[in-house]
């Protein structure tokens, strides 16, 4: 999908000064902070970033699958109705239908004790009056074009007697049966090797094509993020860093942080940076990633900077990128 494509589609999900605190104890930390975000219909927007940056619970803030400690504010418009208002009826109606997820682990997000058609089934049942042939046409309908064979063969099959790879696709199975305009899929290559990554890969990138589903897709494989993703946030400490598109983040990385990701992915040779995200309780004054950039100035130290455009389809919060697009533009 080119940049102009994805501008003339309408906004299906904006998010708008999206914060996420937890209190623990008598303390209360941060892990999502002023996140603005938009995904366009049909477009596939990844997020990237390390470990405990923050990714996953923007997911599941969207989602509405935070613990109880969970304090959200700000806006999740979704064709221009905040869900965050919903009752919890009123969205329980919306998950599985016009939104629904992809979890991670696909192995332990599976009922070992159900046969893998009566899950499925489940997630049509559970919104649809429809009867059983029906359903188990449809079923079975996903399954084949997920590759597992001519779907009637997995029907009665157990989690257990499926493969890492196999039960992703019953995952997605789970996901997409019902045809949601919105899919959020959390890290779904993690764990599986080489093969079954590039065979989820494939899958996704049908999905993409086929389906007409944006996509939300967490992620810290920026080789998946970059196949599949129109667009690619990076997150780091519970913010967004840099947005553009996937291009533009692979090709022409502005943030020193994404700069690190990238030099740290083994075709570049695995060159780690150094030091590491400070815990969520201890974050430091203005640039949260000040500690460990190679290019830090005295701004950097005090002031947090602004997420500020640099091209049309491409944004980044750094002072020393915003210093180098005014050079550029003299």
């Not at 937890?22 to 390390?50: S, T, Y």
């Not at 935070?66 to 806006?75: D, W």
């Not at 239908?97 to 089934?121: C, E, F």
């Amino acid at each position: 999908m080119s940049n102009t494509e994805v501008k003339e589609k309408d906004v299906l999900l904006e998010v708008k000064k999206l914060n996420v605190s937890f209190e623990i104890g008598k303390n209360l930390i941060h892990p999502v902070r002023n996140i603005n975000l938009d995904i366009h219909q049909d477009e596939v927007v990844a997020i990237i970033g390390e470990t405990g940056c923050g990714k996953s619970v923007l997911g599941n803030s969207i989602l509405r699958l935070l613990p109880s400690n969970a304090i959200v504010t700000g806006k999740a418009l979704f064709n221009g109705e905040n869900i965050l208002q919903y009752s919890e009826k009123k969205y329980r109606k919306m998950r599985g239908t016009k939104i629904a997820a992809i979890p991670q682990n696909p192995v332990s997000s599976l009922d070992p004790m159900m046969k893998i058609g009566d899950q499925v089934a489940e997630s049509v049942l559970v919104h649809e009056k429809v009867d059983k042939v029906t359903v188990r046409s449809r079923v079975t309908e996903i399954l084949k074009r997920l590759h597992l064979g001519n779907g009637k063969e997995y029907l009665p099959k157990y989690a257990g007697e499926l493969s890492g790879g196999m039960c992703q696709r019953v995952l997605i199975a789970l996901g997409t049966i019902t045809h949601p305009e919105l899919l959020i899929v959390d890290e779904p290559t993690k764990g599986l090797d080489w093969a079954l990554r590039s065979a989820v890969i494939d899958i996704f990138l049908e999905l993409k094509n086929n389906m007409q589903c944006a996509m939300l897709m967490i992620t810290h494989d920026i080789a998946v993020a970059y196949k599949v993703a129109d667009r690619i946030a990076v997150m780091y400490c519970g913010e967004l860093v840099e947005i553009g598109t996937s291009k533009d983040i692979l090709k022409n990385p502005l943030h020193p942080y994404t700069q690190g990701l990238l030099d740290s992915m083994p075709s570049r040779g695995m060159h780690g940076m150094k030091g590491f995200a400070p815990a969520l309780t201890e974050l430091p004054e203005g640039c949260k990633f000040h500690p460990r950039c190679p290019r830090q100035c005295e701004n950097c130290l005090q002031k947090q900077p602004e997420m500020t455009a640099y091209t049309k389809t491409h944004y980044v919060r750094c002072y020393y990128a915003q210093d180098k697009s005014a050079m550029e533009m003299i």
